[in-house]
């Protein structure tokens, strides 16, 4: 019955039309009501102190430096590497799009930031030598999903913050998870590419290679410094978030000199608009896991699961083709917040590694980026590409199905995740 009213509340309140946040507060209070606890300051009590996390300053600084690199021209100079080193192979614009997204998702960790630039930038190109608008932009889509799962992840500091795990273990195991999901869909548009008759860009020549390196290298080192200084301790996540945004803005303004003042203030401006959407989430959410814990709905769920608790592999499935469903009429950050507190003890109580668990749920959550109807990134590369939504849900499907099976493949063999976590955290 509590389930049934949390459940009930939430998707109602939903379905007449109000904002996730205000759902989630809605049905926080209906589960208090039903649990004769309602009490105004204990609702505003866990809202304040579910905004009120150190670790979640991360959130703005990346966000801030997501905007930043887009303007700023880092963003534009990764593109242009990736062009010379592989635009001239056979479906090479597809290629560069993944090698770039790979290399943006290590200073953004913004699904859609690095999704509009790509669309952006590369999408016009691609239509021009000829590939399928609808293959073209369902590729950048799933490659721009790669973001939330290469280091550093805005997913991975909202889900560590929910579930109380390290933030920084949880950016190193996802390092090489998002490299097999860009293999993956390179796998899958060779296969496309190959049937499709298009023109290639020449052939860059070695010097042009050095010239393109040479422009990206101050953009290159943001990943290596975020990544080395939290394996070797020297900053938090949440520093790390800071020093990527100084970092973009120094690089942007008196190295590149391509920001203005003005295009500056609009970034902060953007940046701040999209926090606090964040932040409002995470806020309610908190309501909703505290009265989650107190009405012992974990312990409802685990009972539900009780005949899969005995195989690790299966409960796995059971949980990711859940996620994949909740994914299908919900955004990324709203699924982790209202799923973390109800799926941690089921995971805690089986036996499996919460980071390992948290990796592939940030997969599968990214995966429903680019899942009608919602589909956020798909938004975005359509509103970009000035294309229907049906084109580039039906262009996404082949890279979707791929990314899907190299998530199950981590869910029968946890070795793809555990092995190089281990050796990046020791």
Request: a positive charge.
């Amino acid at each position: 019955m509590t389930v049934f009213i949390f459940l009930g509340s939430l998707l109602a309140a939903m379905a007449i039309g109000l904002p996730i946040a205000y759902a989630l507060l809605a049905s926080g209070v209906a589960l208090m009501w039903h649990l004769d606890l309602f009490d105004a300051q204990i609702l505003a009590q866990n809202v304040i102190n579910g905004a009120d996390s150190f670790p979640l300053l991360a959130v703005p600084f990346f966000m801030l430096a997501g905007e930043i690199m887009n303007v700023g021209g880092l963003s534009r100079r990764i593109v242009h590497l990736a062009l010379t080193l592989v635009g001239h192979k056979r479906g090479g614009l597809g290629f560069v799009a993944i090698v770039a997204a790979c290399m943006l998702a290590a200073l953004s960790g913004s699904a859609v930031a690095d999704t509009a630039a790509l669309a952006a930038l590369l999408l016009p190109m691609m239509k021009r030598a000829g590939h399928d608008p609808a293959r073209a932009g369902g590729l950048i889509a799933s490659a721009g999903i790669i973001a939330p799962v290469i280091p550093p992840s805005i997913g991975f500091v909202i889900f560590g913050v929910a579930a109380n795990l390290s933030i920084s273990k949880l950016f190193m195991a996802g390092i090489v998870p998002g490299l097999l999901m860009g293999l993956s869909i390179a796998i899958a548009w060779w296969f496309v590419a190959k049937k499709e008759a298009i023109t290639t860009p020449p052939k860059a020549s070695w010097e042009e290679r050095l010239a393109a390196l040479r422009e990206s290298t101050w953009a290159l080192f943001l990943p290596v410094i975020v990544i080395v200084g939290l394996k070797m301790g020297v900053f938090t996540p949440t520093e790390a978030a800071v020093v990527a945004a100084v970092y973009a803005l120094a690089v942007s303004m008196l190295v590149y000199k391509e920001m203005s003042w003005r295009q500056l203030c609009a970034a902060f401006l953007s940046s701040a608009k999209t926090t606090a959407v964040i932040m409002l989430l995470v806020a309610a959410a908190m309501v909703s896991a505290w009265l989650i814990t107190v009405a012992e709905i974990p312990d409802q769920v685990i009972a539900l699961l009780e005949p899969f608790m005995g195989n690790k592999t299966l409960l796995l499935i059971a949980i990711m083709v859940l996620v994949m469903v909740v994914g299908t009429a919900m955004d990324m950050t709203p699924t982790i917040l209202i799923l973390t507190p109800v799926l941690m003890p089921v995971v805690k109580a089986a036996g499996i590694d919460p980071i390992y668990f948290g990796v592939l749920f940030i997969i599968n959550n990214s995966i429903g980026l680019i899942t009608p109807p919602v589909g956020t990134v798909l938004n975005v590369v359509a509103g970009v590409g000035k294309m229907k939504m049906d084109q580039v849900t039906r262009g996404v499907l082949p890279f979707m199905s791929a990314q899907l099976i190299v998530m199950f493949l981590m869910v029968f063999f946890p070795v793809l995740v555990t092995g190089p976590a281990r050796w990046f955290y020791g």
